[in-house]
């Protein structure tokens, strides 16, 4: 008699042998006829089940069936799945008891895949033709099937079945089942896994058949079918799925090429808080940044729930790894409330109207996220972890989207604050520039590793590196006497302490040379000693174990000049990776290393580039391109490279009298390196650290040459030229051929000179930190005032250019780099400028009325005769501007909105400040000698109020109809008198 199928239910096997049972059947070719026979019955016979009441002893699986060589039991278009909830149901009729659902998947996933393996084949005339031909069985046949007899059955794995069955480990068994058959029938092994898919794909819909057959005749069936359970189990098994696909991995990565993952080195980093401004908030203490996010995303607070959690850091410091290693944490700590979601901002292709499909096009092929309820399940909370916002700036800078997503991230946490949170990472400058940011940022940034993270790590490091040599190293670090103190702060970064321990367990690492070099040039050594670590260690390759030795050992410059276009090339393609056929082609002028390149196809293959590249931080990405491991070697790499091109336009040809670099040669060479985004703030850093220390650095000759070009650039020549192709239309041609990048060739001209104005500016400050160069080294973007070459809105007409690509541009890619230029008497009326970096500036007599500064930093700015008056909506645009210790003498600011204005030691001597609102404003020792203070609003409540500690003022000072004085804070006795 049947035994209880609860018993056996853990075995795939068991339900088939209780059902199909006879008391003489020992072969497959007679259960295939008794199947034969038992489904023709059934069919004849419909719901009758009086003839089952036999089958209770010896069994077969029912796949037993595929390995008969009578076609005709496959193809006779017989009814396996009615078949199937018969023999459920004649069980429940015989133990008077309903099976479970681990059973009744047992039965019908087994004859759904027959059903759909009968269909196939009846379309397969050559396999069906074979069929019947050709043995049984064989040994491989024989395993899988005693394997999949062996096969437990567990709630999860039913789960799967129900939820995508082609997806499941019970798929996979059967699958071998079918391809060994396939094989011994004359398939090669690719056309049976192919033949087996299209099985394996189509059961779906038969097992839903099967549910829709079984009606209310079996309950656990019914219920799955009527309470739409299969979707739910379907939800829920996809989001299984993603966590092991996405999130699971990503800690046991390994570090570089090195033979250990990242959680055997990680350790958990701290952070401090930043303000309002973006400034570090010293009054904190650094804390541990793992434990802030659990208590921000786990706490019950409306206003907490509803702020978007923004963590910053600068690179190198451990934001994409603190990413990977919490959503990792979240998956196995707190899965039962979080749901983490990580995703690499740099990976979305398109931008959708709203951050809900955006979201959404990242995760399409997971089932949880198709439908249009997927964020307002009731039992679900999702952890979205976006990393790299300021990649997704650098790669779609000219794209107006980005700046909307940053709201868009905002307005979303607000809308879903009651069941999901947002953690967003980048780097500080990420958010430069951008209007209106979301007012419910929490911003912290990630601290500098302390000495007890550092022995963490080390300690970490001896468990891979058990060896006298890195208990030297770390002892080294923490030596207050040996250790120079660049080396010490280098240390404090996750990426660079790594490096450094690396080199130095390869005896790579040379400490003498970081004595006197400053926290830039210390990173910049670092780097170039690790680019000859990797360039001369031989790291074997299991495919190509010379492959590294035939590379380095024939010329190594010329594979680090590969290396440096690759660099170029990823920076320009505005992301961490490039099109091989991009680096190629920019290596097609450089003979040595295109003989290297040949040199090793020949020998090592077509991918020998490629491979090579794979042990100098640089990895395959998954189009076939090149991917820097870290984001840093890219810039420090891409700065090396335009060092060496502005030492070579610089270098004077025979005689002395003429550049080796001809002026066609230079615009052409510059708008190849320049015509894309923007540079960067830390590759310009990088490269003026460069150049600094080059003994083949000629400033004053290049910026001559780069103001020529700087200036006919302003004048349109490049793209106004009547030619079949221009410089800028070259340069676009190629971006789009061989990287894919869409830019016009008027987005290219726009980024060529802004770039160059980059240049110019940086080359200007550096000049003036020079005694021997300031006189000689001077920048003006408006040319210089009162000269025949001066234009007052030659800047103005710049910002109006940039407007074409997007209205931000301008200050996204220059405004950061506008400190200390000398704009004197630059008419700027209008201009938005808000944001931007104009510390030290001379804006001395410049035209800004109506100009947006908001949230500038004005700091130390000569602004004495500038007109600065506002009317109207302009009148804001100087609230929450940073000005301390600017000069605003005889400065014209009537109607100017400062409130909550940094005016700390600012010279306002002179100044007409008649109707402006100074509300909020810190004026702390502010001189307001002979200001006009005429109807001034200083009005402010409690200790956010107007500060006036030391205010200077003199008997010429109006102070007629002042409002607000007494809400005001530190007023002096005598003032109020």
């Not at 393996?117 to 043995?135: C, E, H, I, M, T």
């Not at 209106?436 to 590793?449: D, F, G, Q, T």
């Not at 670090?477 to 970064?493: F, G, H, I, M, R």
Request: proline residues 2%; hydrophobic residues 40%.
């Amino acid at each position: 008699m049947l035994n209880s199928l609860s018993e056996l239910s853990r075995k795939v096997i068991a339900p088939a042998k209780e059902f199909i049972s006879t008391e003489n059947v020992e072969k497959t070719a007679e259960l295939s006829k008794s199947f034969m026979e038992l489904a023709k019955t059934l069919q004849e016979q419909g719901k009758s089940l009086g003839f089952l009441m036999g089958l209770v002893k010896e069994s077969k699986p029912l796949l037993d069936i595929l390995c008969s060589a009578e076609a005709q039991v496959i193809s006779a278009g017989l009814p396996f799945v009615p078949f199937a909830i018969a023999l459920i149901k004649f069980y429940r009729e015989k133990n008077k008891s309903e099976p479970t659902l681990e059973d009744c998947v047992v039965i019908i996933s087994q004859a759904a895949y027959l059903e759909s393996f009968a269909q196939v084949l009846a379309n397969n005339k050559d396999v069906l033709g074979r069929w019947s031909s050709d043995a049984n069985s064989n040994q491989v046949l024989d395993k899988a099937l005693k394997k999949l007899d062996d096969f437990e059955l567990t709630d999860e794995i039913t789960n799967s079945v129900i939820a995508s069955f082609s997806q499941s480990s019970l798929a996979e068994r059967f699958n071998k089942v079918l391809v060994a058959k396939l094989e011994l029938v004359g398939l090669s092994q690719g056309e049976a896994e192919e033949f087996t898919k299209l099985v394996a794909r189509d059961t779906q819909k038969y097992f839903l058949k099967a549910l829709a057959l079984a009606g209310d005749s079996v309950q656990s069936l019914a219920k799955l079918y009527e309470n739409g359970g299969s979707k739910e189990i379907k939800k829920y098994w996809s989001i299984k799925k993603y966590l092991k696909e996405q999130i699971d991995p990503k800690p046991k990565e390994r570090v570089f090429n090195e033979a250990f993952t990242y959680s055997d080195i990680y350790v958990k980093v701290h952070a401090r808080k930043v303000d309002d401004n973006g400034k570090i908030d010293e009054e904190f203490q650094t804390f541990s940044l793992e434990n802030w996010v659990k208590s921000i995303i786990l706490d019950k607070d409306p206003n907490a729930q509803g702020k978007v959690i923004f963590i910053q850091g600068g690179p190198g410091r451990g934001k994409s790894i603190f990413c990977r290693m919490f959503a990792d944490l979240v998956r196995r700590d707190l899965y039962r409330r979080w749901i983490p979601i990580l995703i690499r901002l740099r990976d979305i292709v398109n931008f959708q109207q709203s951050l809900k499909e955006t979201l959404r096009s990242r995760l399409e092929k997971y089932h949880f996220a198709l439908k249009d309820e997927w964020l307002i399940d009731d039992d679900i909370q999702f952890l979205f972890i976006l990393d790299g916002f300021d990649e997704l700036r650098i790669e779609r800078s000219n794209d107006s989207s980005v700046k909307k997503f940053i709201r868009q991230v905002g307005d979303f946490q607000e809308d879903y604050a009651e069941k999901h949170r947002v953690i967003i990472t980048g780097r500080a400058m990420a958010l430069h520039g951008i209007e209106y940011l979301p007012p419910n940022l929490e911003r912290v940034e990630i601290a500098e590793m302390t000495p007890e993270l550092q022995n963490e790590w080390f300690d970490n490091w001896r468990r891979q590196f058990p060896t006298d040599k890195t208990t030297e190293f770390q002892q080294f670090l923490q030596n207050a006497q040996s250790c120079p103190n660049q080396v010490k702060e280098l240390a404090k970064e996750p990426l660079l302490l790594y490096m450094l321990t690396a080199m130095h367990r390869d005896d790579k690492l040379d400490i003498s040379k970081f004595e006197q070099a400053t926290s830039t040039e210390a990173k910049i050594l670092v780097y170039e000693q690790a680019l000859n670590w990797v360039l001369t260690i031989q790291r074997s390759d299991r495919r190509h174990p010379d492959l590294n030795k035939e590379l380095t050992g024939q010329n190594p410059e010329a594979l680090r000049r590969i290396l440096a276009e690759a660099a170029v090339c990823v920076v320009q393609s505005g992301g961490e990776s490039a099109s091989m056929e991009m680096v190629k082609s920019r290596l097609e002028q450089d003979d040595e290393a295109k003989e290297l390149i040949t040199k090793a196809e020949e020998q090592l293959g077509k991918e020998a580039l490629k491979t090579a590249l794979g042990a100098f931080y640089i990895k395959s990405d998954d189009s076939g391109g090149v991917e820097f491991f870290h984001k840093s070697f890219s810039e420090f790499l891409c700065a090396e490279r335009l060092k060496q091109s502005i030492e070579d336009w610089t270098q004077l040809g025979r005689g002395g009298k003429t550049f080796n670099v001809n002026e066609k040669e230079l615009c052409e060479e510059i708008y190849d390196l320049l015509g894309y985004g923007g540079l960067t703030p830390e590759i310009i850093e990088y490269l003026m650290a460069l150049l600094r220390t080059s003994g083949e650095f000629k400033p004053q000759e290049i910026l001559q040459r780069l103001n020529k070009f700087y200036l006919d650039w302003c004048q349109g020549e490049f793209i106004d030229l009547h030619e079949e192709t221009t410089l800028p239309q070259g340069k676009a041609r190629n971006l789009e051929k061989q990287a894919g990048i869409n830019l016009g060739q008027r987005q290219v001209d726009i980024f060529t000179g802004l770039n160059v104005m980059i240049l110019l500016l940086e080359l200007h400050r550096y000049a003036q930190t020079q005694d021997e160069l300031k006189d000689n080294i001077v920048f003006y973007p408006c040319g210089k005032r009162d000269s025949d070459n001066f234009d007052n809105q030659r800047l103005l007409r710049i910002i109006g250019y940039s407007y074409s690509v997007t209205v931000s541009t301008f200050l996204e890619t220059v405004g950061y780099f506008l400190s200390r230029a000398n704009l004197s008497g630059a008419n700027l009326s209008g201009a938005n400028l808000s944001g931007a970096n104009l510390s030290g500036a001379n804006l001395s007599g410049a035209n800004l009325s109506g100009a947006n500064l908001s949230g500038a930093n004005l700091s130390g700015a000569n602004l004495s005769g500038a007109d600065l008056s506002g009317t109207g909506e302009y009148a804001r645009f100087l609230c929450g501007a940073d000005l301390r210790r600017a000069d605003f003498s005889q400065a014209n600011l009537s109607g100017a909105d400062l409130s909550n204005a940094n005016l700390s030691h600012a010279n306002l001597s002179h100044a007409n400040l008649s109707r402006s609102v100074l509300a909020f404003a810190n004026l702390h020792c502010a001189n307001f000698s002979h200001a006009n203070l005429c109807d001034v609003n200083f009005y402010g409540a409690g200790f956010d109020s107007t500060n006036l500690t030391n205010i200077v003022w003199d008997e010429n000072t109006t102070w007629a109809s002042v409002q607000g004085l007494e809400t005001a804070v530190n007023v002096p006795q005598a003032l109020l008198e």
